[in-house]
């Protein structure tokens, strides 16, 4: 069985400037998060999709990230414009429902913004 | 608001001892409990998990622990070995801000001394 696919791995930009990440989760997989992880901390929820839509997106700063899940399969991560702050990796995970389940991640896209 | 905990941010053992590591959580919605291990530049990987109607649950070498009264689940690993070196990350599922939700620990670094 396929894993949670992401991509990049690594990308640098300057700040001020957009980038975009990809996600194809766990074929069957109802449910999509986005985390970003900041060095020594846990993984943060940024979003959570269940099918297409979203479910919890509370702790999406949302003046500058966006996130899409396009025919309840593959999702984008944008971020417009990136702050300095915004250097950390960003894991996508998915699950087969909301409440109960385990969690399966992609090996993340490790951001740098200069 | 740092729901889930992790105390120790690092651990030290002598391989073929036992290996405790701790979390403690602070909402009692929380009804469901994971362990993830992370080694670098890969993303978490599923370790086990516990249902909060049990008090223990074993696969192999791991076993989880949970104290409802004391909010607390620990993980054991015996006997700890070398490849059990990595980041270990407790993760709470459960109704919190109005869905279900995973919420991670800051996690705890491992480092198994041969």
């Known amino acids: 069985e396929a894993g949670v696919a992401q991509s990049p791995r690594y990308k640098i930009i300057e700040k001020r400037q957009s980038v975009a990440f990809w996600c194809n989760p766990i074929?069957?997989?109802?449910?999509l998060y986005w985390y970003q992880q900041i060095l020594g901390q846990g993984p943060k929820l940024l979003i959570q999709f269940q099918n297409n839509g979203v479910v919890d997106d509370s702790q999406l700063p949302k003046d500058r990230f966006s996130a899409e899940r396009l025919k309840g399969v593959d999702s984008t991560l944008k971020i417009q414009p990136a702050k300095l702050e915004d250097s950390a990796v960003y894991l996508c995970a998915s699950s087969l429902q909301l409440a109960k389940n385990i969690q399966y991640f992609g090996a993340g896209t490790r951001l740098s913004v200069l | 608001d740092q729901q889930v905990k992790q105390n120790s941010p690092s651990l030290s053992v002598q391989e073929g001892r036992i290996s405790i590591l701790n979390c403690d959580y602070t909402?009692?919605?929380?009804?469901?409990f994971l362990w993830y291990k992370k080694y670098p530049a890969e993303g978490p990987t599923f370790l086990i998990s516990i249902s909060s109607i049990k008090d223990k649950n074993e696969d192999g070498r791991f076993t989880v622990f949970l104290n409802k009264s004391a909010k607390h689940l620990s993980l054991h690993i015996v006997p700890s070995q070398p490849g059990d070196s990595a980041v270990y990350f407790c993760a709470a599922n459960g109704y919190t801000s109005g869905t279900y939700k995973y919420i991670f620990g800051t996690g705890t670094r491992l480092k198994v001394l041969a």
């Open positions: 909402n009692s919605m929380f009804d469901y």
């Open positions: 074929s069957g997989h109802a449910t």
